[in-house]
């Protein structure tokens, strides 16, 4: 059975950092792209970061030269580094296994349970 | 960049209804590579059709998707008290800003 299981949320001052993991298991993690996806407080999905294979790391708008994606296949673990915390990062983050399609474009077929990150003073 | 809009924003119908939701894309989706997710309160979103079409594992049947281009619909064609949740359309990096299906 694939398992995603985030951690790593908290509470968190403006201008500080988190260390969010996600922990994966029931299938070849070093085989999948993987990515983060963050849903505000009552809000909709919002694309954050992924990473393709193990070297091609992509970032929103939002959050590039603040956030870093990793992962460790040894660990089978994602990580989200985040610096420079914003009261507009505040949200359930969740980790997602990516799925391709043929052309290159992709689908989300495992989620996990999301962690809450809450920035404030 | 793709931006996808879905309509209506909020569906109020009863168990056992049909509902038809639906999501359109500001430009042609290649190769209608298009997916939805399923959200209830309080829990990580879940893969009901990708390729626009497509069941994922597990999905009933009574979920089907259709579409293609720039226009998509998420059909439920009976209504069970499960399936009152938020539905989000899904093309490469970008989601839908969702619609929830509220009981009537």
């Known amino acids: 059975e694939v398992q995603l299981v985030e951690s790593g949320g908290g509470l968190v001052k403006p201008g500080g950092s988190l260390r969010l993991s996600c922990a994966a298991s029931?299938?070849?993690?070093?085989?999948?792209?993987m990515l983060w996806v963050r849903q505000a407080p009552g809000k909709g999905l919002e694309w954050v970061s992924s990473?393709?294979?193990?070297?091609?790391?992509y970032y929103s708008d939002s959050v590039k030269g603040r956030f870093t994606i990793s992962r460790d296949n040894s660990q089978n673990s994602l990580y989200l580094q985040m610096n420079s915390l914003r009261a507009e990062d505040t949200a359930v983050y969740y980790c997602?296994?990516?799925?391709?399609?043929?052309?290159?474009?992709?689908?989300?077929?495992?989620w996990g349970q999301g962690t809450l990150v809450t920035v404030s003073s | 960049e793709i931006v996808l809009t879905q309509s209506p924003g909020t569906l109020s119908l009863s168990p056992g209804e049909r509902a038809t939701l639906s999501c359109r894309a500001s430009?042609?989706?290649?190769?209608?590579?298009l997916a939805w997710y399923q959200q209830k309160p309080g829990q990580a979103p879940r893969l009901l059709i990708y390729?626009?079409?497509s069941r994922a594992t597990g999905i009933p049947d009574r979920f089907s998707g259709s579409g293609s281009g720039t226009d998509f619909t998420l059909t439920i064609s009976r209504l069970e008290p499960e399936d009152f949740a938020v539905y989000y359309c899904?093309?490469?990096?970008?989601f839908g800003q969702g619609t929830k299906v509220e009981i009537k």
């Open positions: 990473i393709v294979g193990s070297d091609n790391m």
């Open positions: 029931g299938f070849t993690f070093s085989s999948f792209s």
């Open positions: 997602a296994r990516v799925h391709f399609y043929p052309s290159g474009t992709h689908y989300l077929d495992y």
């Open positions: 899904q093309h490469h990096d970008t």
């Open positions: 390729g626009a079409s």
């Open positions: 430009q042609s989706v290649s190769n209608n590579y």
